[in-house]
C-alpha cells in the first residue's frame, strides 16, 4: 500500500486549466496532487541565431524549466544550476520530438515551465502541460499565414503527435507509477518516461538511486509507464477538445 | 475618463487568495485587474552573515521580485537586471519599516514576489501582498518560542504598523490612481507610493516620464495615493480577519 | 545645530572645476564638502543597439556611476551592485529628462559619476556635476554637424532646462538640507529631489529610514530641496559663463 | 554494413594506458577507435561542504568533464555548458552508484574526465575509464588508514562493483552498439547504457533523434549494450590485473 | 628629436600630490605629463584567508588596478580584462619585493590605482605612486602596535628598499625614456622596468611590438630605466620628507 | 648541483610527437622531463570581429592556455584565473611576432595549450610547441588558396622566423636554465625568455622572487636562455624536417 493510498499503477489527481494568463497565445497552469506548474508559450517571429543562414529555416521550439523559490521548503535559491539545465534540455528535446519545423514556418516557439509548488514529478508535469501549451500557441497561428516555401500554415501538419511524460520507480522494491516526493525521496530506482499518444517512446532516463536494477524491474516500470500515459494522453486530448487537431 | 472606464480616483479589483500554496508559512496569490503576483514567504532559523557576529542579531526581512517570462508579451528574458534589483530592494526596504527585528528573534524571513501576469503596477501590488505573506508566516512561528533575550515570541510585537503601496500617475495631464500598462506607457509622471495602515509615508518615489510636474501635480497624486492605500490597507485588513495582530 | 555648525538649510561649500581631465569633451570635478566626484562624458557617433532600426533614431544619454574604492573607510570591494546599479539608472533618467533626442541627433553621450571621495549625497552630486559635463560634450560638437533630417545641429535646441540635486533628510526630528554621511547614518528620514533650473520636479525619492513621515515633515523637505536646488542651479550657470545654452 | 566494416554488435579497439601522468594516485589514458579520453582522480582529505556537519559523514565521489578545444572540428570553445554539466552528473551518479562511503572514509575523490579527442561515445567512455581512475585512486589509500568508526580501511569494501558504460543506437533503422560521430549524427535514437560488472543496470538513457521508438527497438539495443559492457567489465579487471578488489 | 622635444632620456614632469582625500591614510595623486593615477592605500586589521591558518600569518599586501572609462579616448568599457588583471599582479608583486611581512604584522594593506587621465606609462607611474601610498599607510599605523610575536611595530623594519618603475622603449629605432601614449603607440619594442631605490632589478618585461631586438637594443633601453628610476627615487624621497623611514 | 643532477646550463629532456591527435591540422604533444603539454592550432576562415572593417584584413593568431585539473597535485579547479589570461596573452603575443598577417590571408588560427602535467616551464613549453601546431596548421592550408589581393597563398612567406622559450632562474645564488617546479619554487629569481631561431629577443619577463636581482644576474641569465633556445629551435627544425618553411 502506498503512503496516500493510491494502487502502483494509479495517477495521483490531475487537473489542468487552460488560459489561465493572458499575455501569452498558450497558458496552462497543471497540476498533479500537490505538483503545480504553469506552463506557457509565447511566440516569436523570428528563428534562432543559428538557423538564420538557412534559406528555408522553418521554426523552433525551445523550453526553459524554473522552481519559484517559494515552490519548496526549504527555500530554493534563484539561480541556474546544472539541474535545472538538464531538465530544460530533456522537456525541449520532448516536445520537438512531434514538431514538424517546416509546417511550423519560420517562428521561434519558447514554452517555459514555472514550478509554483514542488511535490515530485515536476519534470513530466512540465511535459505533458508544457505540450498543451505549445498546442494552443500553434493554434492560435492565423491559417493565413504563408509559409517560406509558399504553402499556407495548418496546425494539423505541424504535430506528428501529442506527447505526454510520467514518472515510475521502485519503492520498497515495489514498481509504482507518479511517484510524490515522499515517495520520490526512497526511491531505489528513478525513471522518467516521454511517449507519444499513439504509445511510442520519445525518451527513458532510469536512474539507480541506491539500488541497481535487473532487466525484470526496467521491464515492470515501463509497463507502468506506458499505461500512464496513455492516461495523460486522454486527458490531454479531453482539454483541448474539438479543435484537438492531431 | 479612462479607457477601462475607471474614475481617477479608482482602484482595479482587488483579489487577494491566502494559502494558495502549501509549502511555504505564507502564500498569498493578490491580483488587481490583470496583474497577478504570487507572494510566498519562506522562514529561516538563522540570520544573514553579516549579522552573525551580534550577541543579539534580532532578525531579518528581505525581499526577492521577479517577473516570469510568460507575464508579458514580448517574452521576457529569465536574467536578473538592473530593475528587480532595484525593486526588491523597494519591497525589501518598504517590509522592514514596519518589523521591530527584536520582536522578530534570530529567524530570517525571505518574501518571494513573482509575478505571474504584468499589467502594470507589480511592484505596488508585490508590497501589498508581500506584507499578507510575511504577516502569515510570522503568524505561523509557534508563540513559545524563546527569543534571545529570554522573552517569549509574541507576534503582536513584531508590527508596529501593517504597509500597502500604490501607484499614481498624470495621464493626459490628469493625476490618475493605480496605472494599468496601458496607462503607464502614456504617462507623463510615474509614482509609486508606500504608506502604513495609520496613513503616514514609508517611501515616495516620483519620476518625470517625459513630463516634469510642479508642487501642484506632485500635491494630486500624493492625495490619489492616500486615499487608494486606505481601500488596500482595509483589504489586507479584512483578508486576515480575526488574528490581525496590529 | 548641525554638528558642523551649518544652518538646517545651509549647502555644504561647492566647487567646480571645468575641464579636469582631457580625454573626454566633457570633464568636471565637483565636490560639495568632502565629497568629491569626477564626471566625463563621453561622446559616441552611433545610437544603442535598440535604436538602431529606427528611421531618425534620434540621440540618447547614459550614465555610469561608480565609487573608487579608496573613496569610503573601510575600502569598498570593486564590483557592481543593486544599489550602483539603482543610482546610475536615477542618474541617466534625471539628466534624459532635459534633453531632446531629435535635437541631439544620432549620438551617444555617456556620462560617468566616478566618485573619488564619498561623505554622503554623491548621487545627487552626480547628476548636479554630470549635467555640466554633459552640456560641455553637447557644445563640443560642431554647428556644422547635420541631424538626420537635414536640419543643422544646434545646441541651445538640445536642453529643455537645466538640472541639479541635492539630498534632504530628516535628523533629529529636524528637517535639513545636503547631508554628509555623519548626519545621513543617523537620519530618520533619507530624500533625493532631482528638479530643473526653472523650480518644477525631475524625480523625489524619499525613504523611511526607521522614521515613518507625515505630510508635514515631507512638505518640510521639499521646500529645503527647492530652495538648495536654486543655489545650485546658478552655481552650474556661473561655471559655464556666457555660453549657457538655456 | 557499418561505414567501417563492424559488425551491429562490434565495439570499436579500446586501448587502456594506467597511469599516463604522475601528479595524480589515478591516471587513466582510454581510447575507442579515434575517441581519447584522459581520466584522472584527485584525492582529498576532506569531505565537501554540505557533509561537514554529519558526525561520521563518509566520503564522496565527484567528477567533472570536460571536452578541450582542440579534440574536435570545428574548435569548441572553452565554457561550461548545459551538455558538459549533465554529461559531468551521469558521471558522477554512475561512479558513486557503485561505492560505499563509509568504507571509503572522510576523503573526496574528484574524477576529472578530459577529452582529447571526441569521436563519439565520450560520456561512456568516460565512465569506463573514470572508474579505472577511481579504483587506482582508491587502491593508493594506505591500508593502515583509520576510519571514522574506528576502523581499518580496506579497498575492497569500497567498490561493491565495477561500473562501465556505452553507447547503442538505431542506424537506418538497424540497432548498432558503440556509435562513433558518423553514425552518432545520423543516429534516430541515442541510448547511453551504463552497468555494472555482473551484469545489472545503473542508467539507461535512450533519446529519440528525429525518430521515436517502439518496444522492440528499445530491447534490442538493450540486448547490444548489455553484450557490450561484459566485454568493456573483462577488459576493466584485465587492466588492473591481480590487485583487483570486486 | 622627440614629438614633444624631450632628449631621448628625459622623464615627463613629474607631479606629487599627497594626502590628495582623507577616507585613507595613504592617498597619492601622481602625475607624468598628461598621465595621472590616483593611488590609495586602505588598512584592514586582518589577513587574507589563505594566510588565516598560519600560526604567525605575517602580513600582505596586494594591489589594484583600474582605468576610468572617461580616462581615454575612446571611452574604455568599465569590466575586468586581461590587461587589467595583468598590471595589477606586476604592481602587487612590485610592492611586496620591498615588505617584510613579519614586520608588518598581521594586517593587509590594498594599494588601489585608478587612472583618471591616460597617456602611457599607467601601470609604472601606479608602481612609483602605489609606493608612496603604501608608505605613507605605514607610517599611519601606530608604533605602539604589537606584533604577533611580542615586538613593537616599527615602520622602519617593514621596508628593505623604495620601489619605483618607467617604461622603456624603442621608437624609430632610438631608445626612448617614459614614452607617452602617442610614442608607446609607435613603439616596435616595450619594456617596463621596476627597481629599488639602491638600483637593483625587482622587475623586467620587455616585448617585441612588430620588431624583434637583439641585446644591444636590450642592454640601451635597461641604461635608459636605471637612470629613469634614479629620478624618480629621488622624487619619491623628497615627496615623504624627513619622514623616509629607509 | 642541481637536484637531478643536471648542469646549470642543462636542458630537460625534450619530447615531441607530431599530429598526437586528428581533429586539428596541427597537434603536438611536447614535454620537458615531467611537464607535458598538448599544443593544438585550429583553423578557422573568419577574422575577428575587430578586423571585419578592414579591407584586407589580413590574418589573426591567439592563443589559450589552461591546466588540467588533474595535471597537478593539489588538484586545480577549472576556472579562469589571472594567471591563466596573463600566460595566454603572453603565447599569443610570442606566436604573434613572428607571423606576417597579410601573407596568412583572411584566417584566424587559434593555439590552444592544454597542459597534461605541469613541472614547472609551462608557459615557455606551451610556446616552443605551440609554434609547432602554428606551423603545422599553415602547411595544412592548400597552396591553390587566393590571399584577399589576388596573390597565392605561400606558407613560406607566412614565417619571417621561428620562435621558442625557455625558463631560467636564480636559485642558491646560482643561474640555472630550465627550472623544473622543485626548482621554481626556492628560485629567488624567476625569468621566461622568448626568441626567435635567430637569436633575437621577442619577449623577456623577469621577476624577483624574493630576491632582488642585479646587473650581473640578469646578464648570466640572458646568456644561459640564449644558449638554451638555440638547442630547442634545432630540436623544432628537425620536428618538421623538409618542409621546413624559414
Same mark, same amino acid.
Given at each position: 500500500?502506498?503512503?496516500?493510498?493510491?494502487?502502483?499503477?494509479?495517477?495521483?489527481? @490531475?487537473?489542468?486549466?487552460?488560459?489561465?494568463?493572458?499575455?501569452?497565445?498558450?497558458?496552462?497552469?497543471?497540476?498533479?496532487? !500537490?505538483?503545480?506548474?504553469?506552463?506557457?508559450?509565447?511566440?516569436?517571429?523570428? *528563428?534562432?541565431?543559428?538557423?538564420?543562414? %538557412?534559406?528555408?529555416? &522553418?521554426?523552433?521550439?525551445?523550453? %526553459?524549466?524554473?522552481?519559484?523559490?517559494?515552490?519548496?521548503?526549504?527555500?530554493?535559491?534563484?539561480?541556474?544550476?546544472?539541474?535545472?539545465?538538464?531538465?530544460?534540455?530533456? @522537456?525541449?528535446?520532448?516536445?520537438?520530438?512531434?514538431?514538424?519545423?517546416?509546417?511550423? &514556418?519560420?517562428?521561434?516557439?519558447?514554452? !517555459?515551465?514555472?514550478?509554483?509548488?514542488?511535490?515530485?514529478?515536476?519534470?513530466?508535469?512540465?511535459?505533458? &502541460?508544457?505540450?498543451?501549451?505549445?498546442?494552443?500557441?500553434?493554434?492560435?497561428?492565423? !491559417?493565413?499565414?504563408?509559409?517560406?516555401?509558399?504553402?499556407?500554415?495548418?496546425?494539423?501538419?505541424?504535430?506528428?503527435?501529442?506527447?505526454?511524460?510520467?514518472?515510475v520507480? *521502485?519503492?520498497?522494491?515495489?514498481p *509504482?507509477? !507518479?511517484?510524490?516526493?515522499?515517495?520520490?525521496?526512497?526511491?531505489? *530506482?528513478?525513471m522518467?518516461?516521454?511517449?507519444?499518444?499513439?504509445?511510442?517512446?520519445?525518451?527513458?532516463?532510469g536512474?539507480?538511486?541506491?539500488?541497481?536494477f535487473d532487466r525484470g524491474l526496467l521491464d515492470a516500470q515501463l509497463e507502468l509507464a506506458t499505461?500512464?500515459?496513455?492516461?495523460?494522453?486522454?486527458?490531454?486530448?479531453?482539454? @483541448?477538445?474539438?479543435?484537438?487537431?492531431?
Open positions: 500500500m502506498r503512503h496516500d493510498s493510491r494502487q502502483p499503477d494509479q495517477l495521483r489527481p @490531475i487537473k489542468v486549466e487552460r488560459g489561465y494568463t493572458k499575455a501569452t497565445p498558450g497558458s496552462i497552469l497543471i497540476s498533479a496532487g !500537490d505538483t503545480v506548474v504553469l506552463c506557457t508559450a509565447s511566440l516569436d517571429d523570428s *528563428v534562432p541565431p543559428w538557423k538564420k543562414h %538557412e534559406e528555408n529555416p &522553418g521554426g523552433w521550439v525551445t523550453a %526553459e524549466y524554473n522552481m519559484l523559490p517559494g515552490s519548496t521548503s526549504p527555500r530554493k535559491k534563484r539561480r541556474a544550476d546544472g539541474r535545472s539545465s538538464e531538465i530544460q534540455r530533456l @522537456i525541449g528535446r520532448s516536445l520537438r520530438a512531434v514538431v514538424d519545423f517546416d509546417a511550423l &514556418g519560420p517562428r521561434t516557439i519558447t514554452v !517555459d515551465c514555472d514550478v509554483l509548488q514542488a511535490d515530485g514529478g515536476t519534470r513530466t508535469l512540465s511535459i505533458t &502541460g508544457g505540450f498543451l501549451a505549445l498546442l494552443d500557441t500553434v493554434l492560435s497561428i492565423p !491559417d493565413t499565414c504563408e509559409l517560406a516555401e509558399g504553402e499556407i500554415f495548418d496546425p494539423k501538419k505541424v504535430f506528428s503527435n501529442s506527447v505526454a511524460a510520467v514518472s520507480g *521502485v519503492v520498497n522494491n515495489q *509504482v507509477l !507518479d511517484l510524490d516526493y515522499i515517495e520520490d525521496s526512497t526511491a531505489g *530506482v528513478d522518467n518516461v516521454v511517449m507519444t499518444g499513439s504509445g511510442d517512446f520519445v525518451e527513458v532516463q536512474t539507480a538511486e541506491g539500488q541497481i499505461s500512464g500515459i496513455q492516461q495523460l494522453s486522454a486527458i490531454q486530448k479531453e482539454c @483541448i477538445g474539438e479543435v484537438w487537431p492531431i
